[in-house]
Structures are given as C-alpha cells and as structure tokens.
C-alpha cells in the first residue's frame, strides 16, 4: 500500500495561488489532486508537484491528494485542512473497556512540538467535569444506547492548547470516532442552559446530519484592542466616576446607586484572550506561512477570578512598548483561528479608537468574509466618534460606547450571543462549507454563531 505525504503545510493563513508538493512512497499510477472535492490537477509521474489556487477570499478549504492505481482506484488519501486551525500539539484519546464493552476509563496521550508539559488538563464527558489521574481518567456509568462526547484540553505554557473531541455509544456502539466536527448554533430567544440543539436542525451534504451530542460547553473569546483605545477607554470610566480599588483585580463603581451596573463579571465558562496587532518581528507578513500563526503575541488567558470585563479591557496592557503599526484586520483574521481552535463557543471582539492606517496583508472585507465562513461572530466597540469624512469602515459603524453604561450595554449583547450558541456534534471531519441549517430550522429562529445577532 502507498503512502502520501504533503511536502507543502499550509500552516497559517493562505490565498491566491501557491505551490504544492507531494510525497509518494510506493507504487502508484497517478496522482489526482483536488480542492474542496474538485480535481484541479492530476499527475502521472514524479515530481509530485503542481500549483493551486484558493482564490482572491481568504476561505477554508480542504486540499486532498488521492493515489490511483492503472484501474483508477483508489489506493490511498491523505488530506490537509487549509485556513482552519492547525495544532502545534495534539492528544489522543484510548478508550478502556469492561468485558462487555463499555468504556470504563480513558488514556490521555499527547505530544507537543516543543517538548513541555501541559500546564493545565481538562477532561469532560458530556459537558460534566472529569479529574484526571496520571494521563488517565475513570468514566463515570453512562447509558451506552445513547451517544456521548468525550472531550479532552491541554494548555501549555507557551499558550499552546491541544484538544481532542470524541464520540461513542449509541449508533456508534463502543467504537471510539475521534473524527467529529463541533457546529456552532445560535438558538433563538435566551435558551437555558440545558437547551440543545434539535436533531434535524443540520444538514451534511444537502442530507438531515446526525448529531451526536449538544452542549453548552466553555466559550473563547479573543480581543483585538488598538493602541489608541486605551486612553478614550481610562477617560470614559474617569467621566463616568470610576474608582479602581478593592486589590482584588475588580472594579469598584463609585456611581450613584442605580445609575451605572459597574463591573460586568464574566460567565464562569468564558475564558478572555488579548491578541496584540502589532506584527512581532519573526515574519514580514502573513504571506510567510511558516510565521503566520506566530505573527501575533497574545496575553495568557483570564477567566472570571480575575477580574470584570471594565478591569481586563483597561488593565491588560502589551507588554513592552511598540512602534509598530497595528495590523487590525490580519490580527483578526489570525483571532479567528484562535477562537476556532477550542471547538467551542467563541467570539471575536474589535475595539477601536479613530480607525488608524492598515497595512495588513489581507483586506479588512476579506477578513469579515472568513469569519463569517467559519462561524466566528465579530463584534466591534468604537470609543470615538467616527469623523464624517472617513472613508467606508470594513467592519461597519460597530457600537459607540461614549458611557460606561454604553460599555455595559454592549457587554450585555456579547454576553447574550455567547450564552445563546449551542455546539453540535457531526460524526467525521467537515469543512465548515459542507454544512447548512436545514429550512425548519432557519424558520425556527436558530442560526450559526454570529448570524443575525439580536
């Protein structure tokens, strides 16, 4: 049997025309290579090389390359996922099972380009927290007629995180899928948590999909904060009689009473990222697909002991000053993927001063347009008026905050997007394009994540 290799990564973001080369080891007659399941070249002989055109959007796709035999069968594929997340480690899931066949425990086993250690390890089965005992964890006695997510996540200190999504029981049986895609469904109204997402909500290919699992689950959200908003931020809470205080890393509102919600406290399963636009100095631009995912440095990531949404937005600050132009639509093209990567609830939050100068590779209407694609929902807060003269903004006249009221406001409608999605769970790997809502359930009100935000 051959076997096939991509000698070309698209590991950062990618469009237009590139290069791409293959691998072949062993006997094959041809080599048929497709984009999104059309077949743009087909090669007889080595090199196994060609070029590929993803076209002027920055989009995902799915690049495979198909080995055939003399009779045109197929003996062997491998496939790459372009302009989705691309880990820089991974963690396997191994099942252990009773003499009946029913999963008892599981095994962890990860590995990390870097060597280190994960930080922090998560495991749930079903959305409920399970603790972990060197690398393995015992599954609490579930109902093995109905099927079940199995999720684990490492976080290394480097800020590297690794998950692994799994599903079994059920029409599965006892077997372990770990090839399933999380969808992110906006559910109308203010769902309750125990809300899900009903079974023919989906359609895979044009067909109804099974869903193996909904779930609340944790949610990310990434922040790309210009320079220049800091200080409209620190004025606004000075107008509005703010205080910092208390030592505990909280705001303390000194507003008569009534008048102003204060700090706005995170959701306990939110997790708050800052992803600096400055490009750092590693790669020229993102067309360097090897620096592209590293281009940006980012804070750790905060969570709601440490803080309210008013403190973390005005006390989080760069480290080391910075000459350097921000980069406003390539940071958040690269948040995008960093609010992909935890296959759960995510949004991608813009916060702007006067719209300065962009010199990003990518347009700032392509970046509304992959974010879009991949289900990210965009949120933009402007702390400045925009000047009448100003040209035609890509990401649109977002939401003023001139009040720290404003500033609640607006929290309060990130809040409700973010408690309103609901993961559903597809058996196999799918391109985020192969996926709709079926007609009932648009017409019921549901929505991928960032759709049609009240």
Not at 82 to 99: G, H, S, Y
Not at 387 to 409: C, I, Q, V
Request: glycine share 10%; net charge neutral.
């Amino acid at each position: 049997m051959p076997e096939l290799a991509f000698l070309t990564l698209f590991l950062g973001l990618v469009s237009g025309v590139q290069p791409v080369a293959v691998s072949v080891v062993g006997d094959v007659a041809r080599l048929e290579l497709s984009l999104d399941g059309k077949t743009f070249t087909t090669l007889q002989q080595p090199p196994w090389r060609a070029t590929v055109d993803f076209g002027p959007q920055l989009l995902p796709h799915t690049l495979s390359a198909r080995a055939l035999d003399a009779a045109g069968k197929e003996l062997t594929r491998t496939v790459q996922w372009i302009n989705l997340p691309r880990p820089a480690a991974e963690v396997e899931l191994q099942l252990e099972r009773d003499p009946t066949g029913v999963p008892r425990a599981a095994r962890l086993v990860w590995q990390n380009l870097t060597g280190e250690a994960p930080q922090k390890i998560t495991v749930s089965l079903d959305g409920r927290a399970l603790v972990p005992v060197d690398r393995r964890v015992e599954l609490p006695a579930v109902d093995p007629t109905l099927p079940h997510v199995l999720s684990a996540e490492l976080r290394f200190g480097s800020g590297v995180v690794a998950r692994r999504d799994a599903a079994f029981g059920g029409d599965l049986g006892t077997e372990l899928r770990t090839e399933i895609t999380a969808v992110p469904v906006r559910l109308p109204g203010r769902p309750k948590p125990e809300a899900t997402v009903p079974q023919n909500a989906l359609l895979l290919g044009g067909a109804p999909a099974v869903i193996s699992a909904s779930e609340l689950g944790a949610a990310r959200l990434i922040v790309v904060r210009d320079p220049t908003a800091l200080a409209p931020l620190l004025r606004l809470f000075n107008r509005g009689g703010v205080a910092y205080g208390g030592g505990r890393g909280r705001l303390t509102p000194s507003f008569p009473s009534g008048s102003s919600p204060g700090d706005v406290p995170l959701d306990p399963l939110l997790t708050l990222r800052f992803l600096w636009p400055q490009a750092a100095p590693r790669g020229s631009s993102l067309g360097d697909q090897r620096a592209a995912i590293k281009l940006f440095d980012g804070s750790r990531e905060f969570g709601a002991a440490d803080g309210g949404m008013f403190w973390l937005l005005t006390h989080v600050l760069e480290p080391g000053a910075s000459n350097r132009k921000p980069q406003i639509a390539d940071a958040l093209a690269v948040a995008g993927l960093q609010a992909l990567g935890g296959n759960g609830r995510r949004a991608v939050l813009l916060l702007l001063a006067d719209e300065p100068d962009d010199p990003s590779q990518y347009e700032g209407a392509r970046i509304v347009e992959y974010l879009r694609a991949v289900h990210v929902p965009l949120f933009v807060w402007r702390l400045e008026h925009r000047k009448r003269d100003a040209r035609p903004s890509p990401w649109g006249e977002g939401e003023y905050l001139g009040t720290p009221s404003a500033l609640a406001a607006a929290a309060s409608r990130l809040d409700r997007e973010l408690s309103g999605q609901r993961v559903a769970w597809i058996d196999g790997a799918h391109a985020p394009s192969e996926i709709a809502l079926a007609p009932a359930a648009f017409a019921a009100g549901l929505r991928f994540a960032g759709e049609e935000m009240e």
